[in-house]
C-alpha cells in the first residue's frame, strides 16, 4: 500500500517562494511516475509537475512552467515541488500522487494520494 504525506505549505506573499515535500512508502516497482496536482475552492484538480520514476527530468504544466520544478530524493523517499514567483492564482491544495499509467493530466489516472497541503498566496 503507497502512503504518501505532503508537508510544507503556509501563507506566502505574492513574488515569494515556497517548497513542498511529500515523503513516501510502500512504492510498488509497478510505479510509473509521481507527480503533483492542486485544487483551488470551485476549481476542478489540476495538473502540476511529474516525474517518472526513472528519470531527473520533470514534466511541469504550462501555467507554471518556469516557476515551479519537480525533483526526488530516493535515498530520504521524498517528493518535492520547488514553486518560486508565486502568484496569488497559485493559491491551492496541493496534493502529490503517485500513477501506474495513462494519461498524466488526468486526475482519474492516479492511484494514491496525500491528504494535501495549503498553500495561500496573498497579494
Known amino acids: 500500500q503507497v502512503q504518501l504525506v505532503e508537508f510544507g505549505g503556509g501563507l506566502v506573499q505574492a513574488g515569494a517562494s515556497l517548497k513542498l515535500s511529500c515523503r513516501y512508502s510502500?512504492?510498488?516497482?509497478?510505479?510509473?511516475?509521481t507527480g503533483w496536482f492542486r485544487q483551488a475552492p470551485g476549481k476542478e484538480r489540476e495538473f502540476v509537475a511529474a516525474?517518472?520514476?526513472?528519470?531527473?527530468?520533470?514534466q511541469i504544466a504550462e501555467s507554471v512552467k518556469g516557476r515551479f520544478t519537480m525533483f526526488k530524493d530516493t535515498a530520504k523517499n521524498t517528493l518535492s515541488l520547488q514553486m518560486d514567483s508565486l502568484r496569488p492564482e497559485d493559491t491551492a491544495v496541493y496534493y502529490c500522487?503517485?500513477?501506474?499509467?495513462?494519461?498524466?493530466?488526468?486526475?482519474?489516472?492516479?492511484?494514491?494520494w496525500g491528504q494535501g497541503t495549503q498553500v495561500t498566496v496573498s497579494s
Open positions: 500522487a503517485v500513477t501506474y499509467g495513462g494519461l498524466i493530466t488526468d486526475p482519474s489516472n492516479w492511484h494514491y
Open positions: 510502500g512504492y510498488a516497482d509497478s510505479v510509473l511516475m
Open positions: 516525474l517518472p520514476k526513472r528519470s531527473t527530468v520533470p
